[in-house]
């Protein structure tokens, strides 16, 4: 029995012995080092860089059809270093105020038939540019009153396009200092506010109607308008410049630059008798009254062009009839609001 106790306390020894071999032959590992992470990544995308307004200063033919012409830059001429644009035809730039269909300056009109006039009109208020069955614009006029002149100088502020159903504004708001890289063009359609982003190229198109379409030509102040079928118009943002002023006699002060719009029209399905200050030179038997020879040929007849606000169409000499809309219900709800500038110039505010 003491021997059997023997052997079992040698046993015993022996496990023991093992087990601590074991537990001091086990590999040991240094402690985990921390790991710093890395800075987390900025998901906000960094905008581009702004581009400049002097795009406007190099125009493209648009048209693909003229392969050999096609998206080439040009130089604008000096004689319209910020508004011209390129015969696709001919490749070569022209300045947008000299041709058919041009409403610029003081407001400086080009027939149809590529006489030049001007008409003054009176500032504050509104004259019919074109009626047709189809298409009725209305210029809104600003100004300032000419002391030593019976008249005011005036410039086109603002558009308003009647067409089927529809209403389009274009206007410039008001501003003080002139900066080209600061959009100044106001944009509404039915009512509805228009914004664009400033990328030249940039398209809004109408979800009602895709044939209607706005898109800038420029990354500020020049966009086009355009109805398939119907008409195109290129509107682009200018102020009264000091040399301007200087040499017109405008006494435009540092308050108001008077930013105006320069307008270019090109029109696809008038009638016959079509009328407006403008439009009139687009009918059938057109004959030019104004005094040939003159170095300002003028255009009269305030009474037959004046309407009472930038969408009436109830001038003298209106044609407009649109698109039976009874049952759309656009001409009831649209056909009383009158748009402009918001408060300091800033968006677009229409009123009943």
């Not at 985990?32 to 900025?42: Q, Y």
Request: hydrophobic share 35%; with cysteine; net charge negative.
């Amino acid at each position: 029995m003491a021997r059997a106790m023997v052997h079992l306390l040698n046993a015993s020894f022996m496990i023991l012995m093992m087990i601590s071999v074991m537990i001091e032959a086990a590999p040991t590992y240094p402690p985990p080092t921390p790991v710093t992470p890395a800075p987390p990544t900025d998901p906000t995308p960094k905008p581009p860089g702004t581009p400049s307004g002097e795009s406007s200063k190099r125009p493209r033919c648009r048209n693909p059809n003229y392969s050999f012409c096609y998206n080439v830059e040009h130089t604008c001429p000096a004689a319209c270093p910020n508004a011209c644009v390129v015969d696709c035809v001919t490749c070569k730039p022209e300045c947008s105020c000299d041709r058919p269909g041009a409403v610029c300056q003081d407001p400086r009109f080009v027939g149809n038939d590529g006489i030049t006039f001007y008409f003054h009109g009176k500032q504050n208020r509104d004259f019919c540019l074109l009626s047709d069955s189809n298409l009725h614009i209305n210029g809104h006029f600003i100004g300032k009153r000419n002391q030593n002149m019976k008249r005011d100088f005036t410039w086109v502020q603002a558009i308003g396009i009647l067409f089927d159903d529809h209403q389009i504004y274009v206007g410039a708001r008001k501003t003080a200092t002139w900066d080209q890289s600061v959009d100044r063009v106001a944009l509404s359609f039915d009512g509805q506010p228009i914004y664009l982003p400033e990328i030249e190229g940039a398209k809004w198109q109408s979800e009602v109607d895709p044939s209607i379409t706005i898109s800038r030509s420029s990354v500020t102040n020049r966009i086009v308008v355009e109805v398939e079928g119907n008409f195109k118009i290129t509107a682009n943002v200018v102020p009264i410049t000091e040399e301007e002023s200087s040499i017109h006699n405008y006494a435009i002060t540092s308050e108001d630059c008077y930013a105006h719009l320069d307008l270019s029209f090109k029109f696809y399905s008038l009638s016959e008798d079509v009328n407006g200050i403008l439009g009139q030179t687009y009918a059938k038997n057109y004959v030019s009254q104004v005094k040939m020879g003159e170095s300002m040929p003028v255009m009269g007849g305030d009474r037959k062009f004046i309407t009472s606000n930038v969408f009436a169409k109830d001038c003298a000499v209106a044609r407009f009839t649109g698109t039976d809309s009874t049952d759309s219900g656009f001409s009831s709800e649209y056909a009383s609001l009158t748009c402009g500038s918001g408060i300091d110039g800033t968006g677009v505010v229409c009123k009943r």
